[in-house]
């Protein structure tokens, strides 16, 4: 693995100002479609998200409670999460759930009346009913995970469910952090259809409604991360190696690495390619493999976040 640079002192050296700023604007502009999604979507329809901001959207339904912001609210929640993370997390990754944090819930309560008001205007009826609650969970689900998506990939964090899911798998390895976070999660779910049990529609349905802008959001979130160009790693096992990747890098003008390989059975050597290609390339591949060894082994593998020599790199 390639060290981070450093400067002469051996401490990591200060990001490229272009670097800082698009972190910057993608952690700002995460944010304002996180609020987005919140006041427009998941507040008035009394859906819930996931972390400690579905856990303030439940608490932010109860008397007095609901005088206090609530970007406040998340961040009060926060607190003794953060004050738990000084002793169990990285200082990196706890800095910066902090920024992104505090920059996210000040942006949900500065942008408060301005998403209100859209939500006032365009999305009640005229006698004042919601917008349909399964369009709320999805529309939601969409926005609110590419809020958090564009947040995560400028580097930062809303904290919560995050910090709490490293501590527990340090003392509780049964399960992995991905695992524990949804755990977390599906806690919150439930208790959303505890505490909006005598809401109009049930707390059932709407915990169900959560659960689908949940889904959405997971979705959401992992195609910004990830993107919609998924790549493809083709494998292929030929006793025409040298043919197969020269045509490839000929033709299809891609890199290819010869790993070394033995069949079991056989005990025969033989080099395996290896080559990361666009989907629309792979057609192309299976003729020139079919062309230079109709008996050759290919499978193919989807692949993401590639970076590298002829593939774009990351946004970072």
């Given amino acids: 693995m390639t060290k981070p640079a450093t400067n002469a002192a051996g401490t990591p050296a200060a990001q490229p100002l272009r670097i800082r700023l698009r972190r910057l604007l ?18 008035p329809a009394t859906l819930t998200m996931g972390g400690m901001t579905g856990l303030a959207s439940m608490l932010h339904h109860l008397p007095l409670l609901d005088l206090i912001p609530f970007g406040i609210l998340i961040a009060a ?15 990196r990754f706890l800095r910066d759930s902090i920024i992104g944090t505090l920059t996210y819930t000040l942006i949900i309560d500065l942008s408060e009346p301005l998403w209100t008001a859209f939500h006032n205007h365009y999305l009640l009826t005229g006698t004042g009913q919601q917008t349909d609650l399964f369009l ?15 947040m995560l990939r400028a580097g930062f964090t809303t904290g919560g469910t995050d ?7 340090r003392r509780w390895k049964l399960l992995s952090l991905g695992q524990i976070i949804w755990v977390l999660d599906a806690l919150i779910i439930i208790g959303s259809a505890i505490a909006y049990r005598d809401a109009a529609g049930g707390g059932l349905a709407l915990a169900l409604y959560s659960a689908i802008a949940m889904f959405v959001t997971s979705k959401a979130l992992d195609l910004v991360l990830e993107g919609f160009d998924y790549k493809r790693t083709a494998f292929v096992i030929s006793t025409e190696p040298d043919a197969i990747a020269g045509r490839i890098m000929k033709e299809l003008d891609r890199g290819v690495t010869a790993l070394a390989g033995q069949g079991m059975y056989t005990g025969e050597s033989r080099r395996t390619l290896m080559c990361v290609l666009s989907q629309e390339q ?8 079919k062309e230079a060894d109709p008996a050759a082994f290919v499978f193919v593998m989807d692949t993401r976040e590639v970076q590298g020599e002829g593939f774009e790199g990351s946004v970072y």
Wanted: hydrophobic content about 60%; cysteine-free; glycine content about 16%.
């Fill in 136 to 150: 709320s969970s999805l529309l939601g689900g969409v926005v609110y995970g590419i809020g958090l998506g564009l």
């Fill in 26 to 43: 993608m952690l700002v502009g995460g944010a304002l479609a996180g609020s987005f999604a919140i006041h427009v979507f998941f507040l």
């Fill in 282 to 289: 792979i057609p192309h591949l299976k003729e020139i493999v």
């Fill in 77 to 91: 929640l926060n607190l003794p999460i953060f004050l738990l993370g000084l002793f169990k997390v990285s200082r």
């Fill in 163 to 169: 910090i709490l899911g490293i501590v527990i798998r």
